[in-house]
């Protein structure tokens, strides 16, 4: 059992940066960690994974503005979000599956936090 604790939303301005934090009782590293994010009246999608061997990947919609990253000795995954959209505006929950699932799927998670709000406005 994995339990993940998110931190970090917010309200800001478009244009604007946060950095989201997810604190795991197990090793990260262990695990393939994403972040996803469900905004109102959608579907929860895909945002950005690290595998256990460091590979990332993205959500075309935040390439080149979010950035997923691992702190080992924390047991801490981060999202850095820059260049914020309103469109972004979404619950954003960090999920972590077993090794070997891709990683881009809802479905392959088996542990996930509570989510937290992120509000970006125009």
């Known amino acids: 059992q994995v339990q993940l604790v998110e931190s970090g939303g917010g309200l800001v301005q478009a244009g604007g940066s946060l950095r989201l934090s997810c604190a795991a009782s197990?090793?990260?590293?262990?695990?393939?960690m994403g972040w996803f994010r469900q905004g109102p009246g959608k579907e929860r999608e895909f945002v950005a994974r690290i595998l256990s061997d460091g590979r990332l990947s993205y959500a075309d919609s935040v390439k080149g503005r979010f950035t997923i990253s691992r702190d080992d000795a924390k047991n801490t995954v981060y999202l850095q979000m820059n260049s914020l959209k309103p469109e972004d505006t979404a619950v954003y929950s960090c999920a972590a599956a077993n090794p070997g699932f891709v990683g881009i799927r809802p479905h392959e998670y088996l542990y996930w936090g509570q989510g937290t709000q992120v509000t970006v406005s125009s």
């Open positions: 197990g090793r990260v590293s262990s695990y393939v």
